[in-house]
């Protein structure tokens, strides 16, 4: 079918002069994406909901990173904070997310000129083109972008001659349910984003509780250590871990991990399992979740045969998703399964790959069918749980290559993470972030994970879920 166009083409190559690029997030990424389009000399600005910088990493700020300083820099970032008379951390130490905001986001925030660029309490609701929705064709890689920008005094729309959503995925968690889909009812306070503060500011919420972890990654592991360090203190406190695996494989438990970090997790969750501290329910496959009084029933199967348990809190961990309502009108080329961009998802395909060997990317793996529109980060990974911030920065090093028009440096994307290394500190040995390959890997539950030997369990690290 030929579809004939009776809008007459409407762009030309000078709507764009002078338009910066729209950058979506002032996380670690969306920083970072700032500092080399500065860098390469092209108009940027950074809209960030939140009032502050850093506003996911916040949120799990009291978890230590399996990375260290080294690893979570990134270098356009450090030329600007060099100036500003920054100290930089030691290389090998890991930073909590606390720290990385602290040490880190919070002066490069403040350098003159990304201080200048960003704008907080700004949500993009919606990307789109000035005048075209994703159904025009003409013209379109001339015509400016059109942000949807919502901030506490209303609603404004602006123009961009480029856009990089790095929004991330940490506020959209997988729902809990086997099918993908959010249980009907209003849980309210039942149900507790992933990796919860259990030693600190969220103590309350869960002494005394019986609570139903769910999930199979790192993540869920974690919070069940802290947990179980909770009800040494807290009597009362009682723990269930629903996994939808007959086993959690991929927590390494013992030294045939080759990883000692991951293996140690493990051992320690499996340990608290075998000792009754919790008891782990495998192979349950959620179907809803329902209010119950002052309590909450989970039901679902296990073994095929139908399974209910009723707790006062249950804790998602079942890791995260691309939000992607505000692109309807971009042309997007996602892959199916992972919700990444088509070439970049056979690389990072959780049940192939692990973190330590995701080929190093940029501009052509994530290019999508819109022209100059892009998402890098933690977004640009869809479903895949296994995203690493030097991953990140070398996408955006390359994406404001190709903004610029240095195509070739665009394409030489450079080897920025090392098969093993990434996770290796000066404080636990080596690890990598290996996971293994299962099919509940490709659930995005799986995680990279390194010991917090220096911190107490409360800062255990863990990746994205
Ligand atoms: C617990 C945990 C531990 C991790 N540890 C490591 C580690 O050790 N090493 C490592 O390399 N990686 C680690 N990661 C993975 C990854 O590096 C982080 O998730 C990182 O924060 C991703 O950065 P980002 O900039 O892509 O997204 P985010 O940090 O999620 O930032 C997104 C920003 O966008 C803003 N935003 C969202 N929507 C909008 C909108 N519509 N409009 C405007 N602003 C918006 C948010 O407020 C936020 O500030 C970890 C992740 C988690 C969850």
Redesign the pocket.
């Known amino acids: 079918m030929t579809l004939t166009l009776t809008v007459p083409p409407r762009a030309d190559a000078d709507r764009l002069t002078g338009l910066p690029v729209a950058v979506?997030?002032?996380?670690?990424?969306?920083l970072a994406a700032a500092a080399h389009l500065l860098e390469q000399g092209l108009p940027v600005v950074v809209?960030?909901?939140?009032n502050q910088?850093?506003?996911?990493?916040r949120a799990?700020g009291h978890?230590r990173?399996?990375?260290p300083w080294r690893?979570?820099i990134d270098d356009a970032a450090g030329r600007l904070l060099e100036p500003t008379g920054w100290t930089e951390p030691r290389r090998s130490s890991l930073p909590t997310?606390h720290d990385l905001v602290a040490r880190y986001l919070e002066p490069l925030a403040q350098a003159p000129e990304l201080a200048r660029v960003i704008r907080y309490g700004?949500?993009?609701?919606a990307v789109s083109r000035q005048g075209m929705d994703r159904t025009r064709s003409t013209g379109r890689a001339d015509t400016p972008f059109l942000l949807r920008l919502r901030t506490a005094d209303g609603v404004e729309d602006v123009t961009a001659r480029a856009v990089i959503d790095?929004?991330?995925?940490?506020?959209s968690p997988n729902p809990l349910t086997a099918a993908g889909i959010a249980p009907a009812a209003d849980l309210g306070h039942h149900v507790v984003h992933a990796?919860p503060d259990v030693l600190g500011a969220d103590r309350a919420r869960f002494a005394g509780k019986r609570v139903l972890v769910v999930g199979a990654g790192h993540?869920a592991a974690n919070t069940l250590i802290n947990l179980a360090a909770l009800a040494k203190d807290e009597p009362g406190t009682t723990l269930l871990w629903a996994i939808r695996n007959a086993g959690t494989a991929r927590l390494g438990a013992d030294a045939a991990d080759g990883l000692a970090a991951r293996g140690q997790l493990g051992s320690n969750v499996h340990g608290l399992v075998e000792s009754g501290r919790i008891e782990q329910l495998a192979s349950y496959e959620i179907d809803d979740v329902r209010p119950d009084g002052d309590s909450v029933t989970v039901t679902g199967r296990r073994a095929g045969e139908p399974f209910a348990v009723t707790v006062d809190v249950v804790v998602n961990a079942t890791g995260f998703r691309p939000n992607l309502n505000?692109l309807r009108e971009i042309r997007l080329g996602l892959d199916d399964i992972v919700e990444a961009p088509r070439a970049l998802a056979p690389l990072i395909d959780p049940n192939l790959h692990s973190c330590g060997s995701v080929p190093p990317h940029g501009v052509a793996e994530l290019a999508h069918p819109e022209p100059n529109f892009f998402i890098?980060?933690?977004?640009s990974y869809g479903r895949a749980p296994t995203?690493?911030?030097?991953t990140?920065y070398e996408q955006v090093r390359s994406i404001a290559a190709e903004l610029a028009g240095d195509h070739q440096a665009a394409r030489d994307v450079q080897l920025v993470l090392p098969e093993t290394g990434v996770c290796t500190t000066d404080v636990g040995g080596s690890s990598s972030c290996g996971v293994p390959a299962t099919n509940e890997a490709a659930e995005g539950s799986s995680c990279c994970a390194a010991p917090a030997p220096a911190a107490p369990p409360a800062s255990s690290?863990?990746?994205?879920?």
């Open positions: 979506i997030g002032a996380g670690p990424v969306g809209y960030e909901a939140g910088v850093g506003m996911s990493v799990w978890t990173l399996f990375s690893y979570v997310g700004i949500r993009v609701d790095a929004s991330g995925t940490y506020t990796l993540s505000m890098a980060g933690m977004k995203f690493l911030l030097l990140g690290s863990c990746c994205t879920n």
